[in-house]
């Protein structure tokens, strides 16, 4: 295994990304940018990503690296450029430590063959051959290949997919779809052994000492893109990890469980090559993200025709329902009792309504949207305490700094935060306690509670909190 076999069949005009001396990546304007959750990135030409971690404008270049004399030089303490190849029953797996930008994706999903910490790394026999698959499959930097002989197959360790920058959440940029690197000489920038010509990981923190590609250092330099407002309540899509970790799903679901399901198999027979694709898609836009079936696919009226005629029965219906869920497990979706409910809500939901439409004689409404799917009743993230938590720390956390005694107490700055979301929901069928108009009228009342202990329901707050809003409540406001 010392060869990719793709090299063996190189494609014409491959989309390019300029790696600039010292300084930005230049991406072909073809090359789709996108965030974390999988959602369309708006970039003006010519695009300029920040790969020195400065930029106050990330993941665009601000040209912070001049003033920061940003250089892109390999250090020299890099994990050298070895190739490993490990022989299993069905299938060698090859590794390079060199190129591996520590991810964890192996050791998390797959530990019976990646060992973390030990020797050796790799146990093919570990696993059946298709869950190995999926793991080298999903390795973001390419270290990893798969191959019925020693070389690596590039059929079975890469998935052909569009050319794509992926800005990941805290980490490099997931580059995806066989795309070329290149210096401003337009020469091709020299990969490690072994390493895939269909997906690479690029150094967005300025750290790696394998630049330009990601060595892991953005953990070691706890490199951070801005925190989102965490009193927003998150989507469902959100939750889940958006498209990535939907389409991991539907990838599981439509090749582990449907071929060999003698009822589903038939069902799914004459799908197109990109099906995965659609119903994460749709799965997306259900969940309260962005309108990627509608705008790629032709939405409701599309989904609906899919079915019409098709007399889905009971039993395929529930069969669906359970693969899609143990698909879910597989692929590493939150597991809490929140998302589940919703998610499981919705796949029943959205199942019986396909099964409808597809009996004999059904006339769906015409011109129906898409539909919204939202948390179950109140059960949100945050809003009841944990069994698994560090309940201490969750009743008495540090809170938003206090302001000194000659300062004002602010509604937004100081008060909001001390209320979390299960205190909100717990009382959104009276008032908002995260709107100033609503606690200012309900002050006293809430007060009083504060005073004697019974609100929040699961513990009283410390007493400096109580002091915090006792102060706020008595300040001279406005007459209304
Ligand atoms: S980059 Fe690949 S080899 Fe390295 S930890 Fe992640 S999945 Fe494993
Ligand atoms: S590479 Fe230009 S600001 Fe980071």
Same mark, same amino acid.
């Given at each position: 295994?010392?060869?990719?076999?793709?090299?063996?069949?190189?494609?014409?005009?491959?989309?390019?990304?300029?790696?600039?001396?010292?300084?930005?990546?230049?991406?072909?304007?073809?090359?789709?940018?996108?965030?974390?959750?999988?959602?369309?990135?708006?970039?003006? !030409?010519?695009?300029?990503?920040?790969?020195?971690?400065?930029?106050?404008?990330?993941?665009?270049?601000?040209?912070?690296?001049?003033?920061?004399?940003?250089?892109?030089?390999?250090?020299?303490?890099?994990?050298?450029?070895?190739?490993?190849?490990?022989?299993?029953?069905?299938?060698?797996?090859?590794?390079?430590?060199?190129?591996?930008?520590?991810?964890?994706?192996?050791?998390?999903?797959?530990?019976?063959?990646?060992?973390?910490?030990?020797?050796?790394?790799?146990?093919?026999?570990?696993?059946?051959?298709?869950?190995?698959?999926? @793991?080298?499959?999903?390795?973001?930097?390419?270290? %990893?290949?798969?191959?019925?002989?020693?070389?690596?197959?590039?059929?079975?360790?890469?998935?052909?997919?569009?050319?794509?920058?992926?800005?990941?959440?805290? #980490?490099?940029?997931?580059? !995806?779809?066989?795309?070329? %690197?290149?210096?401003?000489? #337009?020469?091709?920038?020299?990969?490690?052994?072994?390493?895939?010509?269909?997906?690479?990981?690029?150094?967005?923190?300025?750290?790696?000492?394998?630049?330009?590609?990601?060595?892991?250092?953005?953990?070691?330099?706890?490199?951070?893109?801005?925190?989102?407002?965490?009193?927003?309540?998150?989507?469902?899509?959100?939750?889940?990890? #958006?498209?990535?970790?939907?389409?991991?799903? !539907?990838?599981?679901?439509?090749?582990?469980?449907?071929?060999?399901?003698?009822?589903?198999?038939?069902?799914?027979?004459?799908?197109?090559?990109?099906?995965?694709?659609?119903?994460?898609?749709?799965?997306?836009?259900?969940?309260?993200?962005?309108?990627?079936?509608?705008?790629?696919?032709?939405?409701?009226?599309?989904?609906?025709?899919?079915?019409?005629?098709?007399?889905?029965?009971?039993?395929?219906?529930?069969?669906?329902?359970?693969?899609?869920?143990?698909?879910?497990?597989?692929?590493?979706?939150?597991?809490?009792?929140?998302?589940?409910?919703?998610?499981?809500?919705?796949?029943?939901?959205?199942?019986?309504?396909?099964?409808?439409?597809?009996?004999?004689?059904?006339?769906?409404?015409?011109?129906?949207?898409?539909?919204?799917?939202?948390?179950?009743?109140?059960?949100?993230?945050?809003?009841?305490?944990?069994?698994?938590?560090?309940?201490?720390?969750? !009743?008495?956390?540090?809170?938003?700094?206090?302001?000194?005694?000659?300062?004002?107490?602010?509604?937004?700055?100081?008060?909001?935060? %001390?209320?979390?979301?299960?205190?909100?929901?717990?009382?959104?069928?009276?008032?908002? %306690?995260?709107?100033?108009?609503?606690?200012?009228?309900?002050?006293? @009342?809430?007060?009083?509670?504060?005073? @004697?202990?019974?609100?929040?329901?699961?513990? @009283?707050?410390?007493?400096?909190?109580?002091?915090?809003?006792?102060?706020?409540?008595?300040?001279?406001?406005?007459?209304?």
């Amino acid at each position: 295994m010392t060869e990719d076999s793709s090299a063996e069949a190189p494609r014409t005009a491959r989309p390019r990304i300029v790696v600039t001396r010292n300084g930005p990546y230049q991406p072909d304007p073809s090359i789709a940018i996108v965030d974390h959750l999988g959602v369309p990135i708006a970039a003006e !030409t010519p695009v300029r990503l920040c790969r020195c971690g400065q930029s106050q404008t990330k993941p665009y270049c601000d040209d912070s690296h001049i003033r920061r004399g940003f250089t892109d030089a390999k250090d020299p303490r890099r994990v050298p450029d070895k190739l490993n190849v490990y022989a299993g029953q069905q299938a060698f797996v090859s590794d390079n430590r060199g190129t591996c930008a520590h991810s964890g994706f192996c050791t998390d999903r797959l530990r019976s063959v990646f060992h973390l910490g030990e020797e050796p790394f790799i146990a093919p026999s570990g696993a059946r051959l298709d869950d190995l698959i999926n @793991a080298v499959r999903k390795c973001p930097s390419g270290a %990893l290949g798969i191959g019925i002989g020693p070389a690596r197959d590039a059929a079975l360790s890469d998935i052909n997919r569009p050319p794509q920058i992926e800005v990941s959440k805290d #980490g490099p940029y997931r580059v !995806t779809g066989h795309v070329e %690197l290149v210096d401003e000489d #337009g020469v091709a920038i020299a990969q490690n052994a072994g390493a895939s010509q269909e997906h690479v990981s690029l150094c967005r923190c300025g750290a790696s000492l394998n630049k330009p590609f990601c060595s892991g250092m953005h953990w070691n330099v706890e490199f951070h893109d801005p925190v989102p407002d965490p009193l927003r309540e998150p989507t469902l899509f959100e939750w889940a990890g #958006g498209y990535p970790a939907l389409l991991d799903m !539907t990838r599981i679901f439509y090749s582990r469980y449907v071929p060999e399901d003698p009822l589903l198999g038939p069902l799914f027979a004459g799908m197109s090559s990109d099906h995965p694709e659609r119903v994460a898609a749709w799965l997306s836009e259900v969940f309260g993200g962005p309108r990627l079936y509608t705008e790629r696919y032709g939405g409701y009226q599309r989904m609906v025709s899919q079915h019409i005629g098709k007399e889905i029965q009971p039993v395929q219906r529930a069969l669906w329902a359970t693969y899609m869920v143990q698909s879910a497990d597989d692929a590493g979706l939150p597991s809490d009792p929140e998302f589940r409910a919703a998610f499981v809500a919705y796949i029943e939901w959205g199942s019986r309504i396909a099964m409808e439409n597809s009996g004999a004689g059904a006339k769906p409404p015409p011109n129906m949207p898409v539909p919204r799917w939202w948390w179950v009743c109140n059960a949100t993230p945050g809003t009841r305490p944990s069994a698994l938590a560090d309940n201490a720390q969750t !009743t008495n956390d540090a809170g938003p700094a206090l302001p000194g005694s000659d300062e004002a107490v602010l509604f937004e700055q100081h008060i909001r935060p %001390l209320f979390r979301p299960m205190d909100r929901n717990s009382m959104l069928f009276a008032f908002d %306690l995260w709107k100033e108009e609503d606690v200012t009228k309900h002050r006293q @009342a809430i007060l009083t509670r504060l005073q @004697a202990g019974t609100m929040p329901c699961d513990g @009283a707050w410390p007493a400096e909190r109580v002091a915090l809003f006792a102060r706020w409540a008595s300040a001279p406001r406005p007459q209304a």
